[in-house]
């Protein structure tokens, strides 16, 4: 499994600390999860703290963005040096374009859907991301309880990309530890995003080592 540990987590008093914590674990990327208090009911961090990460961090970033016509950022997110930028099919009209523009960009497009979101929505665009990032939770907090309909909306999501012939992976977003973790593994999931669970356990390194193997 690709584990992306998600930064909302952390300790935001020790961030750089926290990114070396991760650089030197078996994390592939990093999860960071900016909100407008707009699009979701809360607001975490914006562009010069996201630079702040890149310049500590040796992994991939991941930038998972819950805001209103993130559209608009295109040219900011790839200012920072993200590797993946997530977008919300709720949040964006022409996602079409605004894949192609984060690919102009020379960045990895992926497409976010909320919990109510079917993935049916993606069929005519599937071929086109490198990832569907799937909500387990209601975006906007750390700490939520995994909504086990996210299950079978993977093996879905699965089908289409299978029958399509899209190489895109799927990442699976809130709620996961050891043991949601293992029923996304076998549903097909990808990339595992992990906020609390890694930045809670007693030996995170380890946790994210576990998550890893899964
Ligand atoms: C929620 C964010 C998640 C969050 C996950 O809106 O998109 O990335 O950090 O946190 P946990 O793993 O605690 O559910
Ligand atoms: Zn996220």
């Keep these: 499994m690709i584990v992306a540990p998600s930064l909302l987590a952390a300790d935001f008093g020790r961030l750089a600390s926290e990114i070396e914590m991760l650089n030197d674990s078996a994390a592939d990327w990093i999860h960071c999860d ?21 310049a500590v961090s040796r992994k991939p970033l991941d930038v998972h963005l819950m805001i209103v016509h993130p559209e608009r950022y295109v040219g900011q997110v790839r200012d920072t040096g993200a590797y993946m930028m997530n977008v919300h099919y709720e949040a964006s009209t022409h996602i079409h374009r605004t894949v192609q523009e984060i690919h102009d960009a020379g960045m990895k497009a992926g497409v976010t859907l909320n919990p109510s979101t079917p993935v049916v929505m993606l069929e005519d665009i599937i071929g086109d991301v490198d990832m569907v990032l799937l909500m387990s939770v209601n975006p906007g907090f750390g700490g ?12 879905r999501l699965k089908a289409m990309i299978e029958a399509s012939g899209s190489k895109a992976l799927i990442e699976v977003d809130g709620g996961i530890n050891l043991e949601t973790g293992a029923m996304i593994a076998a549903a097909g999931a990808d990339v595992a995003v992990a906020g609390s669970a890694v930045f809670r356990a007693s030996d995170p390194k380890a946790e994210i080592a576990a998550l890893a193997a899964l």
């Design 144 to 155: 939520q309880k995994f909504i086990p309909g996210a299950i079978d909306k993977i093996r």
């Design 34 to 54: 900016i909100m407008d208090g707009v699009f979701v009911p809360n607001i975490s961090f914006g562009f010069p703290v996201l630079k702040a990460v890149a």
